[in-house]
């Protein structure tokens, strides 16, 4: 079952703007993860947030990390239209190796 | 070498055909993985292999088949397929627990 929900489901927006979106999740986690697929690709790892880090930045990417909550947001600057593609948060799960994947959000950037 | 790649890109088989997916890194990552994914939809994980020792089924009907033949290569072999089963399969490697590095994946369809 997935652990984690997000939403929006989809996104679109302005090449130049921000993008945001959010995951939340029902378990106690170590850590999360934000990966990126372009369509019909494999997955690409971002970023991953430790449950003891409240907020990480990579380049133009920033997460942030709510345990009271558990929820996580991902926020895209100053998007391109190379940023096209579906975001997964995921958590770890029970079982060694075992991510949790989130229902993606389809984020589209037009330029 | 950070790729993971997979073979065939894509593969159309009937219901009686026997086919093999295959995967390949060359990390040295001590882990890998079979997911399917739907259209839309979230990765789901089939299986998980842990030092070439499956550690994770997740309850995958016996038509799929998977098989570690050493460190860098995982196999999944397919035998009376049903339509449904068309889907992305993606392989993914990872050295620990944590980030997994995925290939560009097969979209298998079964007529």
């Known amino acids: 079952s997935q652990q984690g929900e997000e939403d929006p489901q989809a996104l679109s927006i302005q090449e130049g703007e921000n993008a945001t979106m959010n995951c939340s999740y029902k378990?106690?986690?170590?850590?999360l993860q934000w990966y990126r697929q372009n369509s019909g690709r494999g997955l690409v790892h971002l970023i991953l947030i430790r449950s003891n880090e409240r907020e990480k930045h990579s380049g133009r990417l920033r997460v942030t990390l709510d345990t009271s909550k558990k929820s996580s947001s991902l926020l895209i600057t100053a998007s391109r239209a190379a940023d096209t593609a579906s975001y997964f948060c995921?958590?770890?799960?029970?079982?060694?190796?075992?991510?949790?994947f989130g229902a993606g959000t389809q984020v589209v950037v037009t330029p | 070498d950070t790729e993971v790649t997979q073979t065939p890109k894509h593969l159309v088989m009937g219901m009686t055909n026997k086919k093999s997916l295959k995967c390949e890194q060359h990390?040295?990552?001590?882990?890998m993985y079979w997911y399917k994914q739907k259209a839309k939809k979230p990765p789901e994980l089939m299986f998980v292999?842990?030092?070439?020792?499956?550690?994770i089924n997740e309850s995958v009907p016996s038509r799929f088949s998977p098989e570690c033949p050493n460190s860098s290569l995982l196999n999944l072999h397919l035998h009376a397929l049903q339509p449904e089963d068309s889907a992305l399969y993606l392989c993914?490697?990872?050295?620990?627990?944590?980030?997994?590095?995925f290939g560009p994946g097969t979209r298998l369809l079964v007529l």
């Open positions: 292999y842990s030092y070439e020792k499956l550690s």
């Open positions: 993914a490697s990872s050295e620990g627990k944590e980030t997994q590095y």
């Open positions: 990390m040295g990552h001590r882990a």
């Open positions: 378990t106690s986690i170590n850590n």
């Open positions: 995921a958590t770890d799960g029970h079982s060694w190796g075992k991510l949790q």
